[in-house]
């Protein structure tokens, strides 16, 4: 099984920054993605960035240019700088690994972190 353990969240003020952290254990395969996920209240869950093991990455458009996802391969950890924090970045960010296999094409495996609460407030 793998298991996800995510640190960095918290309270900031508008324009501050912080970031997150995510290590995953277990069985990562060499093949997968890390990203970051998050929900505040009232809406649906939106991707905000990944990066796979090859180290492309994807963002949204609302936190280009502001979050910053990078990766450490060897300790399956993945980071996200955010920085020009705004009150619209309130939310819970969930960390997500998604594995491939080597062996199935096309097939996937999802794991979730726990959540961590991120607070954008003066």
């Known amino acids: 099984q793998v298991q996800l353990v995510e640190s960095g969240g918290g309270l900031v003020q508008p324009g501050g920054s912080l970031r997150l952290s995510c290590a995953a254990s277990g069985n990562i395969f060499s093949d997968n993605a890390m990203g970051w996920y998050r929900q505040a209240p009232g809406k649906e869950r939106e991707l905000v960035a990944v990066?796979?093991?090859?180290?492309?990455?994807n963002y949204a458009d609302s936190v280009k240019g502001r979050f910053t996802i990078s990766r450490a391969n060897a300790k399956n950890t993945v980071y996200m700088q955010m920085n020009s924090l705004t009150p619209e970045d309130t939310a819970v960010y969930y960390c997500?690994?998604?594995?491939?296999?080597?062996?199935?094409?096309?097939?996937?495996?999802?794991?979730w972190g726990q959540g961590t609460q991120v607070t954008v407030s003066s």
């Open positions: 997500n690994v998604r594995l491939f296999s080597k062996l199935v094409q096309g097939r996937a495996y999802d794991y």
């Open positions: 990066i796979t093991s090859g180290g492309s990455t």
